[in-house]
């Protein structure tokens, strides 16, 4: 009997997704036919529900963060999924950026007219129904609405169970306000209160998903990867290096350490492990720096040999070079030379950002060239690996992949293309 009650459940779960991402294709349609002014409309109505809800919204994200207290969440996953009343103006304030920015499709990306007279046009157009499936991210809820909006698409979203009640009530702010400018409220639909079985069957919906993009950690992302039969744009975790070289200035190392380890802890594109050259002089600096601001350091015999006195250095292995901390942790390395952290960088990257810390044009042109990630800093903090911050008004992720999309993705990267050509009767010998 409880075989079958199972069975009945599958069964009416299969056929209610079905009939979302049946919806959803019918709104992707309306929303590819909308224009810049009719989609800047909408957006601008969700930044201003978003502002107007606010109390709604961030009552229902303290009962996620308190249950996630309970359930004994780590510090890095409570913070990514806990909003304040600043980051609900920062996705308010995203949605108005994103309204200002171009709409790119129509954009005629290569065009020319052959010599047989045909005119020939490549142009971008929406992917259609875009899935998204990620975890304890309620800001992505609203990230990537926004950029599918305005690239023309519909998405359907799986944010997970810590952010439950978070994200239903987002979800209804959204629709709410995509229906107050006429613009299909289902071009945002949720299958979370499908749980699990709701994200298996977006993996599994070949033909009615365009193309899914997952959000979270190693297993969620490795999980969508291996079992979708959906095309995936893989957004990677990020075990992001930095490397100070002999000639990097003391004040800029220590500023941009601390801002690229401490800001926030817990997002991709903090800072994981850090290198430093053997002749350099500021690491005494940056480390009581680091130490002040509450990192606890992982460190190689050779920095443990010359930890400044009163930090506390904990012995490094393998496993920290490989490990994303999403914390107040740094693994810390030293180096003979640019090539052997550059080899490291090889050995145990994740493949989306490193950075060097150089006075030295030469050095920095090496890394560039020699460093194959998703994004390679000079001189700045990581933390800039960010579509809002590099002016793409928000990001669905950052993708370490190549195909199709790399590095973070904004609006382009929401879209495909499509060949226009155009004759006057000619025909191929």
């Known amino acids: 009997m409880t075989e079958q009650i199972v069975e009945q459940n599958a069964t009416q779960a299969a056929d209610d997704v079905n009939a979302i991402l049946t919806r959803a294709r019918h709104a992707s349609r309306r929303m590819a036919g909308a224009n810049r002014a009719w989609k800047d409309k909408g957006l601008r109505a969700i930044a201003k529900a978003l502002v107007a809800e606010q109390d709604f919204i961030l009552a229902a994200n303290a009962r996620d963060v308190a249950a996630g207290k309970v359930n004994g969440t780590s510090a ?34 290569r065009g020319q007219t052959l010599p047989n007279g045909l005119r020939m046009r490549q142009i971008n157009v929406p992917m259609g129904v875009v899935a998204a499936i990620y975890e304890a991210r309620p800001n992505v809820t609203v990230d990537i609405a926004g950029l599918a909006l305005k690239s023309g698409n519909a998405v359907v979203l799986r944010g997970g169970t810590a952010a439950a009640h978070t994200n239903e009530a987002l979800l209804g702010v959204l629709r709410d306000a995509l229906d107050s400018v006429s613009l299909p409220a289902d071009a945002v639909q949720s299958v979370d209160k499908y749980g699990r079985e709701g994200a298996n069957l977006l993996m599994r919906a070949r033909g009615q998903v365009d193309v899914l993009i997952p959000r979270g950690g190693r297993e969620l992302i490795q999980t969508v990867v291996n079992n979708s039969s959906v095309p995936v744009i893989e957004t990677g975790e990020g075990n992001v290096h930095i490397f100070i070289d002999s000639s990097a200035k003391e004040e800029m ?177």
């Not at 409570?78 to 108005?96: H, W």
């Open 76 to 109: 890095a996953m409570l913070d990514r999924l806990t909003l304040t009343s600043q980051r609900v103006l920062g996705l308010a304030s995203a949605l108005e950026n994103l309204a200002s920015l171009p709409d790119p499709v129509g954009n005629v990306v």
């Open 253 to 429: 190392c220590v500023e941009i350490l601390l801002n690229s380890k401490t800001q926030r802890p817990s997002v991709c594109n903090t800072v994981e492990t850090l290198l430093v050259h053997k002749d350099s002089t500021v690491l005494p600096a940056v480390l009581k720096a680091l130490n002040n601001a509450g990192v606890r350091l992982h460190v190689d015999e050779r920095v443990l040999a010359v930890l400044p006195a009163g930090i506390t250095g904990f012995p490094a292995t393998d496993a920290d070079w490989a490990t994303e901390y999403m914390d107040l942790d740094l693994a810390v390395k030293m180096v003979d030379s640019l090539p052997e952290a550059i080899a490291h960088i090889r050995t145990w990257s994740t493949g989306h950002t490193e950075a060097i810390l150089t006075n030295d044009l030469a050095n920095a042109e090496k890394f560039i060239a020699d460093i194959d990630s998703a994004a390679v800093i000079v001189n700045a903090s990581t933390r800039f690996t960010d579509g809002g911050e590099l002016g793409l008004g928000a990001e669905v992720g950052i993708s370490t992949q190549k195909l199709h999309a790399r590095g973070p993705m904004g609006l382009t990267e929401l879209t495909t293309t499509k060949w226009i050509v155009q004759g006057e009767g000619q025909i191929r010998f």
